[in-house]
């Protein structure tokens, strides 16, 4: 269906903006600026928001990762059912859209402009379906199929100590899917591999058993396709298609906090899957118990099956990583070089392979060969911005409306029910705590609230710290969350 498109182009960049400010959560901040931080929205065509990257390599690098999420998060925010057309300012002023990349799996594509928004109850996947192909598979007629990329397979899975129960466990769930763990609840920090071993389970499970379904869906997309049925009253196909598959694979479940009738919906999936015997996967940044604003009948259901997590991966691995990656792409770089990357970046191995590429790109630009003071010249910025950054009021308010489900907006408001005000207090003590902003400065970030208010905050959460475990465990995970907010 057509849709009307005028709508201003400063309305356009905020859009935009809006949709960066979601989707860089996703993205270390070094990673994200260097990437996504010089785009711009240029216009609207057909049901494209047009955006410009400010060199191929950058648009191309997103495109590859992140497109179908853009589009999510667009159509979110806009209420429209666009999706991202990327292009870069070309030499002659023209711009150039983007092409897929060879490596770049299904997740990338620009939808043509008449093409419905994705929606994943196409998402179905029978084993014929899931090999990269040009033509959208049968499955809901004219709508593209996300396929599973490629890429994510437990082959190409380095395993190592911090990784190696999480996939012994997705392993045995794919060879008896259904059986054995179910649910399977995998969970870990931001880029330590979830998706990329819940899509291995996906890609074993359709080869070695020709007659089962899959779906993998994030729970954006399960959320997404959840509200455009109910508007077009279309509820029966949506459970025909999420209350029969074989194997449910839902990423980052976490996004369902505080979204009753995603929650709602979810629990009779689960439902009628499990009694059914059909395995269901799920993945989240934490484990179910700190999932917040999560109903408790779904948490407890979480908990039924299998719980695993994925750690940082050691040095040992990292290289072991980098190397697999290098060998992938054919790209030769010296050891030291590897080495040096391994030892650069520690906690994201979605970082980590864009530092590879970053360095990779650095010495193609200078047409000169991979060496380490290449490499220490094309991490410089990362290397830097791992030095501590001073904490602010505003990153401590986002971690804890992170936390908490909420929005930093509540936090400031006047609202008094106590699943506001609590976190508020949580949030007026870290700053004091971790700030060196002064009562009545922070009483004015807290929607200019008194001094006075500020101290009986801190006092109140200074003195149940001490005799409540669970708020203490709270503000320390708050607090690891502050710097990556
Ligand atoms: N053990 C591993 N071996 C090889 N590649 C890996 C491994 N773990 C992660 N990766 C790669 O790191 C990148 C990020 O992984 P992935 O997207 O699966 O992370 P995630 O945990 O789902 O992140 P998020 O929290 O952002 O959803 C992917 O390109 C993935 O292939």
């Not at 770049?104 to 990269?132: K, N, Q, T, Y």
Request: aromatic letters at 8%; a negative charge.
């Amino acid at each position: 269906m057509a849709h009307p498109t005028v709508v201003h182009q400063d309305d356009l960049q905020s859009i935009w903006l809006e949709t960066l400010l979601v989707f860089q959560r996703r993205l270390a901040r070094p990673s994200f600026e260097t990437w996504l931080g010089e785009t711009k929205a240029l216009g609207v065509e057909a049901s494209s928001l047009v955006v410009r990257f400010s060199n191929e390599f950058a648009r191309d690098w997103v495109a590859a990762r992140y497109q179908e999420e853009l589009n999510a998060i667009l159509q979110s925010v806009s209420g429209r059912p666009w999706t991202v057309r990327m292009v870069v300012a070309g030499s002659t002023g023209q711009e150039r859209p983007s092409t897929p990349m060879g490596t770049a799996g299904p997740l990338v594509a620009d939808a043509p402009a008449e093409r419905p928004p994705r929606a994943s109850v196409h998402d179905r996947l029978r084993p014929s379906e899931h090999a990269p192909s040009p033509e959208p598979p049968a499955t809901g007629g004219a709508r593209p199929s996300s396929r599973l990329n490629p890429k994510y397979r437990f082959e190409t899975f380095v395993v190592g100590p911090s990784n190696e129960f999480a996939h012994a466990a997705a392993l045995a769930a794919s060879e008896a899917p259904g059986e054995a763990y179910n649910p399977l609840f995998l969970y870990g920090g931001v880029g330590l591999g979830k998706t990329h071993l819940m899509q291995a389970i996906g890609h074993y499970v359709l080869r070695q058993h020709h007659d089962l379904s899959v779906v993998y869906v994030s729970s954006e997309t399960f959320t997404n396709d959840l509200i455009r049925s109910l508007g077009r009253k279309a509820m029966v196909d949506f459970r025909a298609v999420y209350r029969t598959v074989d194997v449910l694979l839902v990423d980052d479940i976490q996004f369902v906090a505080g979204k009753e009738s995603t929650q709602e919906e979810f629990f009779h999936t689960f439902n009628a899957l499990y009694e059914a015997g059909r395995q269901i996967v799920i993945s989240s940044d934490r484990p179910p118990k700190e999932i917040p604003t999560l109903e408790e009948r779904l948490r407890s259901r979480f908990e039924w099956g299998l719980t695993a997590d994925i750690q940082p991966p050691d040095f040992e691995t990292r290289t072991a990583i980098l190397r697999r990656k290098a060998l992938a792409e054919n790209l030769h770089l010296p050891d030291e070089v590897l080495n040096y990357i391994a030892s650069q970046v520690d906690s994201n191995i979605r970082e980590l392979e864009g530092a590879l590429i970053k360095v990779v790109a650095t010495a193609s630009l200078r047409s000169c060969p991979v060496t380490l003071e290449v490499a220490a010249e094309a991490l410089k910025d990362l290397v830097r911005s791992a030095q501590p950054r001073p904490t602010t009021i505003a990153a401590i308010q986002r971690a804890v409306a992170d936390y908490f489900g909420l929005t930093v907006d509540d936090l400031v408001s006047k609202r008094r029910t106590r699943n506001v005000t609590m976190p508020r207090q949580i949030a007026m003590f870290l700053a004091r705590e971790l700030t060196d902003a002064s009562l009545p400065r922070i009483g004015e970030e807290f929607g200019g609230r008194d001094h006075t208010t500020v101290i009986h905050a801190c006092e109140k959460i200074r003195a149940e710290q001490g005799m409540d475990p669970s708020l203490a465990r709270a503000l320390q995970e708050i607090h690891g969350l502050v710097d990556k907010v």
